[in-house]
């Protein structure tokens, strides 16, 4: 059974729409018990990680999502928000917020950006991917997905890194540790080749690596 987290801050419907293209129909919840139960995991998310972050503590989402996710390696894809809740901690609003901390690292502001990169970056970016990510099947190593976000994961360290893209510098496109898999873009707005990533994460089984 796949489950899509509905806490209150996803990007749900477009998600959903997407995964109904794919002929997938999820279950929908914000249920610890129904989290119990899951095959595979779509933490969606949009806006910042603080109310983020206190919904999930206040269903008790944050443990049961660690029990799946740590406890019995169930495969959980982040989208945008859900990618950055997975990290240590994050400094949207100037204060540190703690993460679910399943990948070490920060969110912090985008940086290095030239004047004619602005902030909140929109819009289309090619994403480079590491060989071996398993989101990455079918896909050519670079592939342009969309994106809109002020903040991004800087991983502690390189390894958990799965995919990068360039905004004056670059940055993170995707992380990845055991059964968690994540994207700072969002697929479900990405055309085929949105499609075709979560086509992947639904047919991935679980862990591997990526190659060094």
């Keep these: 059974m796949t489950l899509v987290i509905d806490y209150g801050a996803g990007n749900m419907r477009s998600v959903l729409n997407a995964l109904d293209e794919l002929g997938e129909t999820p279950a929908v919840s914000d249920d610890p018990a129904v989290v119990?139960?899951?095959?595979?995991?779509?933490?969606?998310?949009?806006?910042?990680?603080?109310?983020?972050?206190?919904?999930?503590?206040?269903?008790?989402?944050?443990?049961?999502?660690?029990e799946a996710v740590r406890g019995r390696d169930v495969p959980i894809l982040g989208i945008?928000?859900?990618?950055?809740?997975?990290?240590?901690?994050?400094?949207?609003?100037?204060?540190?917020?703690?993460?679910?901390?399943?990948?070490?690292?920060d969110v912090v502001m985008l940086e290095g950006a030239p004047p004619q990169r602005r902030v909140p970056h929109f819009g289309w970016s090619e994403v480079q991917w590491k060989a071996g990510c398993p989101l990455s099947n079918k896909l050519r190593s670079t592939s342009a997905f969309y994106f809109c976000h002020s903040y991004h994961a800087v991983a502690k360290n390189p390894e958990d890194v799965a995919a990068t893209m360039e905004f004056g510098a670059p940055h993170?496109?995707?992380?990845?540790?055991?059964?968690?898999?994540?994207?700072?873009?969002?697929?479900?707005?990405?055309?085929?080749?949105?499609?075709?990533?979560?086509?992947?994460?639904?047919?991935?089984?679980?862990?591997?690596?990526?190659?060094?």
């Design 80 to 105: 945008c928000l859900g990618m950055q809740m997975m990290c240590s901690v994050g400094y949207e609003g100037g204060e540190p917020v703690a993460g679910l901390g399943w990948i070490e690292g």
């Design 172 to 212: 993170t496109a995707a992380l990845w540790n055991g059964s968690a898999i994540a994207v700072q873009f969002h697929p479900e707005r990405s055309g085929k080749s949105g499609l075709q990533l979560l086509e992947n994460f639904l047919d991935w089984d679980g862990v591997s690596r990526i190659a060094a």
């Design 36 to 66: 119990a139960k899951a095959e595979r995991i779509i933490l969606p998310g949009v806006g910042a990680m603080k109310p983020a972050m206190a919904r999930l503590r206040a269903r008790g989402l944050d443990r049961a999502l660690t």
